[in-house]
């Protein structure tokens, strides 16, 4: 009997930072399919997959030549739609000899794949990280490799109230966990909302540090998912009483962005892209350094704490028993449209499990 | 009363309110029905079964503010 699919294909991925990929061979698996990535010599990023059609030796541990890769085995040669343009002791090009070429696109710092049907690619469904590539912004970034479940992530960012315990110190404070919350739902776009706007409240020393705000302020934290990828963090810090203008400009508080990419690479492990872009001390690379070290630290202390829960609920019988409060409002909302989204790519495999 | 926080706008917006200083929960559906519990499962199943169950109370919505999604 098939198991149901745990992740959405049929959907766009980020699958590394555009910095990572060159002129080397680059590989990354995303969502179970191992995937080649590299540059053409005017640029171009490519993705194909990593398995050579011959013997399935991996195209990764292979060569570039020019823009074609010559595979490390037997010499089979691909060109960057994949298409076999090379096969070694006949003249003759089976039919057959091609290996899958992604749909991809780079925007936003990001390099997004297409995951599923290739007709189905439609770059304007990406959604977008705008501040990560933005002067107006600095950014720090990276990625950390989760050994879990990519839903035991989205579980553990859709409540920031785990902050005050598991981050206390870093970005937890007391009323992180206890303002009130509204969680919105968009149906038709698939966006989750959930907003927590604490009008007075004490600095967290991660933003007493960066900032230079001296005493308590109001701190608005409004997370915007757009599953099954995409996570963002609109993190706006002013002095108490300081709100937006009636216009929507903002300029006397200080906004960080920050963006997870939450790409499943197995069932049981996931690329966890984290970065953060903020409008203030833009050139100031101690502010960078500090946000960087000390979001890295959070993102560790999460990806220790999820690796630890993976092994737990592989070692339980499945349907085990969980408990859901308030603070699960989003994440249960998230659930959901994973669910649907897994079942609107797979409706097969679903009905038959 | 404080005003209750909407950013999502179109027309089919479920919310979810944490009621201060409860351990309740409210919800108002796109249709502005609204109803209270305590569990979110049993919230989210409510509103989920719209139209069923739900009386749209007419004086409910809040005009939500103007504001753009930025990752759209």
Known sequence: MPTTPTFARNQWYVAAYSRELGRELFPRTILGEPIVFYRTENGDAVALADRCVHRRYPLSESRLEGDTIVCGYHGFTYDRAGSCVFVPGQSRIPRTARVASYPLVEQDSFVWVWIGDRDRADPGLIPRAPWLADPAYTTVSGMEPLRARYELLVDNLMDLSHETYLHGGYIGTPEVANTPITTEVDEENEVIYVSRHMADAECPSFYAKSTGIEGRITRWQDIEYHPPCLYLLHSRIAPVGVLPNDDGTDPDAFHVEVVYAITPETEHSTHDFWAVARDFALDDQEVSDFLAESNRTVVLQDVRALDVLEQVIQSEPDGYQELSVNIDTGGLAARRFLRRMVERAEPKAVARS | ?72
């Open chain 2, 1 to 72: 009363m404080t005003p209750r926080t909407a950013m999502l706008h179109g027309d089919t917006v479920f919310r979810i309110h944490w009621v201060l200083n409860t351990d309740r929960l409210l919800g108002v559906c796109h249709c502005g029905a609204e109803h209270e519990a305590e569990d979110p499962v049993e919230l989210w199943d409510w509103l989920l079964a719209h139209p069923e169950g739900h009386e749209p109370r007419a004086e409910s919505a809040t005009p939500p503010p103007v504001r753009r999604l930025a990752g759209v």
